[in-house]
């Protein structure tokens, strides 16, 4: 299997995939494009390097990225012909298993025998997908997130054949192209749709019981949970907010819910250990000293208070002005 990736082929070059290649060739990584014909990827070619042109216009990106990216970034007149020199392949057609098996029946067909093959599926388990792959060993989903040159965060999800040798491999290319990886089981919608899925589903429960407008609800997201989530995650957040309360809260939304919101064995057993988390020092992900959770809090009040001045200093969506 190929140790370092300089090379990469992009399969599907709309919106997400040409997102996908835009990001590594202005990171420096020498990308090929492919799509249904010649014609549509010069056209995605043409389109990637306009966009890039124009957030580099905005202020967007540093001056001479769009200049990379057309020194990096090239349209191949078929798939087989990206993928023939391409150390890392990244599949990024619709989200319909067969479309993707008849993708990667052909990229596995003409990619070299130490390729690396990824997709960008944000659903669909590697189990399903890898049959179309000849040597599975060397497959995985890398998931990047749309807007794909703004959002920073990878899901990196492999099978029971993927070798774990590759992955390394795939996490030194993110880390190169300014990202960040996690690595996660192989189940459907894996933990970002998982997670976004069950907010949405809950919030439109929340709507049709009438609790709330959906702009209210979007309010109180954006201004409040979702507020603190640039920087912390919900353990961290729970924390902070401190174990004990969550549990008692979580009986509360037991009572009135049922057992869907009854609260988690880990929480009720942690605080049942005496750990609360940075109120007394014992949390679920680790143990804080004094001066860590005065640090911890010196942070957390700059972050809040940056992010504060950035909403105001850009103003709200123009959907809401």
């Not at 990878?154 to 774990?164: A, C, K, N, Q, S």
Request: hydrophobic share 45%.
């Amino acid at each position: 299997m190929i140790e370092k990736i300089h090379t990469v082929a992009v399969i599907g070059a709309g919106y997400m995939g040409g997102g996908i290649a835009q990001a590594l060739a202005q990171a420096g990584f020498d990308v090929t494009i492919a799509d249904v014909s010649a014609e549509v990827a010069q056209e995605h070619l043409e389109r990637i390097l306009r966009e890039t042109a124009q957030a580099e216009a905005q202020g967007l990106f540093p001056d001479g990225t769009t200049g990379s990216v057309r020194q990096h970034l090239r349209a191949a007149s078929s798939i087989e012909e990206a993928v023939a020199d391409a150390d890392f392949v990244e599949e990024a057609v619709s989200e319909v298993p067969t479309v993707k098996h008849d993708v990667l029946r052909r990229i596995s067909g003409a990619a070299r025998p130490d390729a690396i093959i990824g997709s960008n599926t944000s659903t669909i388990p590697v189990a399903v997908m890898e049959e179309a792959v000849s040597d599975p060993r060397r497959f995985l989903t890398v998931h990047w997130s749309n807007p794909a040159p703004f959002i920073p965060g990878i899901e990196l999800v492999t099978g029971e054949r993927t070798d774990p040798a590759v992955v390394p491999v795939v996490q030194d290319m993110l880390t190169r192209a300014g990202r960040s990886s996690a690595l996660v089981a192989d189940v459907p919608g894996f933990v970002l749709n998982r997670l976004q899925f069950v907010l949405l589903k809950e919030a439109m429960t929340i709507v049709e019981e009438g609790v709330a407008t959906q702009e209210d609800v979007d309010t109180i997201v954006r201004s409040t949970f979702g507020f603190r989530l640039p920087f912390f995650g919900p353990f961290e957040i729970a924390e902070m907010a401190g174990l004990d309360v969550y549990a008692n809260s979580f009986e509360t939304f037991r009572e009135a819910f049922g057992e869907r919101l009854a609260p988690p064995v880990a929480l009720t057993d942690a605080v049942a250990a005496g750990r609360h988390g940075t109120k007394n020092g014992k949390g679920l992900l680790r143990d804080y000293t004094p001066q860590e959770v005065d640090d911890l809090v010196a942070y957390r009040s700059l972050a809040y208070s940056r992010m504060a001045a950035l909403l105001a200093e850009i103003g709200p969506a123009p959907t809401r002005r």
